[in-house]
Each structure stands twice: as structure tokens, then as C-alpha cells.
């Protein structure tokens, strides 16, 4: 069960990279079946680095961006905080609070 959903997440697109998990850590889909070696040349260590580092770049600048827009929307809807003094009144409600009184009436109970 938990490796059925393991693969689902690795090979769900996401909407902000628009690439899978597995995507983006390997550069390749993730395949499933018997034979999972292909028949042909190995690729060379550093070209696979380079792909790597440029999925990872673009996976990092999709997600600022996405940031950035998040930030924005919620910037939109947000005001200043109010600035309270020492000397202000406020409403307290003292439901959670544990006063002497309800604790001993607890530890009775």
C-alpha cells in the first residue's frame, strides 16, 4: 500500500514544476516492468550532471515564481497591524487559561 502510493506521488506531474518528483531527480520517467536496463550506450557522467543541474534550476525558478505570485496575492488582502500600547484595553477570554480554582476543582473531580 504505502509503495503504491510512493510511486502515484513520484509520477503525478506537479502543477508548479510541471514535472514529476521522479523528474526531477533522475531526469526520466519512471518506468516499471521486468526489464529495467535499456540495451544501449551509457551516458557520460558529466552531460548527466549538466541535465540535472539545469532541471533542478528550472524546477527552483518555477517555484519562486509561483512563490512570488503567492506572495503577491496574499500581500493584496493584507493590511497593517494594529499598534497596541501598554496602557490599551482588550478583551481576554479566559477559557484555556488554568487558574488555581479549576485546577484544584479538576484534580478533585
Same mark, same amino acid.
Given at each position: @500500500?504505502?509503495?503504491?502510493?510512493?510511486?502515484?506521488?513520484?509520477? %503525478?506531474?506537479?502543477?508548479?514544476?510541471?514535472?514529476?518528483?521522479? @523528474?526531477?531527480?533522475?531526469?526520466?520517467?519512471?518506468?516499471?516492468?521486468?526489464?529495467?536496463?535499456?540495451?544501449?550506450?551509457? +551516458?557520460?557522467?558529466?552531460?548527466?550532471?549538466?541535465? @540535472?543541474?539545469?532541471?533542478?534550476?528550472?524546477?527552483?525558478?518555477?517555484?519562486?515564481?509561483?512563490?512570488?505570485?503567492?506572495?503577491?496575492?496574499?500581500?493584496?488582502?493584507?493590511? +497593517?497591524? +494594529?499598534?497596541?500600547?501598554? +496602557?490599551? %484595553?482588550?478583551?481576554?477570554?479566559?477559557?484555556?487559561?488554568?487558574?488555581?480554582?479549576?485546577?484544584? %476543582? %479538576?484534580?478533585?473531580?
Amino acid at each position: @500500500m504505502l509503495a503504491s502510493a510512493e510511486f502515484a506521488i513520484n509520477t %503525478k506531474t506537479h502543477s508548479t514544476t510541471k514535472v514529476s518528483p521522479f @523528474m526531477v531527480n533522475y531526469r526520466r520517467k519512471l518506468r516499471i516492468g521486468i526489464n529495467i536496463r535499456r540495451k544501449g550506450k551509457m +551516458e557520460k557522467v558529466t552531460e548527466f550532471a549538466e541535465r @540535472m543541474k539545469k532541471v533542478h534550476e528550472e524546477a527552483g525558478a518555477a517555484l519562486k515564481k509561483v512563490q512570488e505570485e503567492m506572495k503577491r496575492q496574499a500581500d493584496r488582502e493584507r493590511k +497593517e497591524a +494594529e499598534v497596541w500600547k501598554v +496602557e490599551n %484595553k482588550v478583551i481576554l477570554s479566559t477559557k484555556d487559561l488554568v487558574f488555581k480554582e479549576r485546577l484544584v %476543582k %479538576k484534580l478533585v473531580d
